[in-house]
């Protein structure tokens, strides 16, 4: 194994996020408790908002269980990134791997993106899904949010996207000190490295309930991939802009021509009206995009916060 910088004790922590996921609780302990490994690692829940019993349960598993564990409770649901950001800034590992509280990213697929972390001193390492146990409906939202990604980023190579990433913990650092309340993760990232790669892992089904991501929660989403980590929305609006301006001054320019040269007379009603509902359009599209942005900006300036921390408990911290 890689010498580990400044003296760290723990070599991998992981961060799960949860929310209402009680059901899922005895089980992932139970499979975190199997981990074998040489070096020192922890993991941090960060429980999210719970509306059932998420949090008191984990209380109740982790107080008898050998792990070195965190549990965060923030006060109200924030949302799966700026969960995700808080578990960065308690993680004392040299590198930390986030992963769902569904079961859905299996234990020894986490070790892996460690090894191949490892192996490639990779910033970054994301695991690309060989089959996705998603909805078909999910599944097409994520390639969306993944092509919006890789267009709105600008980023020199396209990478594949996901939840299921292994970050340095200096590079997670940088990326938790965004005051940004709307955060998007893969965009913080894709700010501060470029040494990105990807590993090919396993995606189990959910273990039990449904999953609470829902079309609102991608539609937010995506929002945040296209306002918050990129200005090519304003760029592209007044590029738009410039191409209809030029448009209408040919249009404008051979209607005259017609009517001169030919004595056409000017007609056209219908055609009018649509150039006005096409052109009105556009015009209230790009006033919500920067309504979009301003009112982000006041959010930012009257200081929205990304998330508040409710409690913080350890358990067998000496262990690490």
Same mark, same amino acid.
């Given at each position: ?61 982790? $107080? ?31 590198? +930390? ?78 990326? $938790? ?111 919500? +995009? ?31």
């Amino acid at each position: 194994m890689n010498h580990l910088p400044g003296g760290s004790k723990v070599s991998l922590s992981l961060v799960i996020p949860t929310c209402n996921s009680v059901d899922c609780v005895d089980e992932l302990v139970s499979r975190l408790e199997e981990i074998n490994l040489q070096q020192r690692w922890e993991v941090i829940f960060v429980d999210d908002g719970s509306q059932d019993n998420t949090y008191f349960r984990l209380k109740e598993r982790l $107080a008898v269980s050998t792990i070195c564990a965190t549990l965060v409770r923030h006060t109200r649901n924030f949302g799966e990134h700026q969960a995700v950001l808080t578990g960065y800034r308690l993680a004392t590992g040299f590198h +930390i791997v986030n992963l769902d509280d569904d079961l859905q990213n299996p234990i020894i697929e986490a070790i892996r993106l460690w090894m191949h972390a490892l192996e490639t001193d990779s910033d970054v390492v994301y695991g690309n899904y060989h089959l996705k146990e998603h909805a078909k409906w999910r599944n097409a939202g994520s390639k969306l949010a993944n092509i919006s990604a890789n267009f709105f980023l600008a980023s020199q190579q396209k990478y594949y996207f996901s939840s299921f990433r292994c970050v340095k913990a200096d590079i997670a650092k940088l990326a $938790a000190n965004a005051n940004t309340p709307y955060p998007y993760i893969d965009g913080l990232l894709s700010e501060v490295t470029q040494s990105i790669s990807t590993l090919t892992v396993h995606h189990d089904r959910r273990y039990l309930g449904g999953s609470s991501y829902t079309l609102r929660r991608l539609i937010r989403l995506w929002m945040n991939i296209v306002v918050n980590s990129s200005i090519m929305p304003l760029r592209l609006a007044s590029l738009l802009a410039i191409a209809m301006w030029f448009l209408g001054m040919l249009l404008m320019a051979s209607a005259i021509a017609d009517v001169v040269i030919n004595g056409a007379a000017v007609v056209g009603w219908a055609s009018l009206m649509s150039g006005v509902l096409f052109f009105g359009g556009i015009q209230c599209l790009f006033l919500g +995009i920067l309504g979009e942005y301003t009112g982000r900006i006041l959010l930012v300036l009257s200081g929205k916060p990304q998330s508040c921390v409710r409690d913080i408990t350890e358990y067998n911290k000496k262990l690490a």
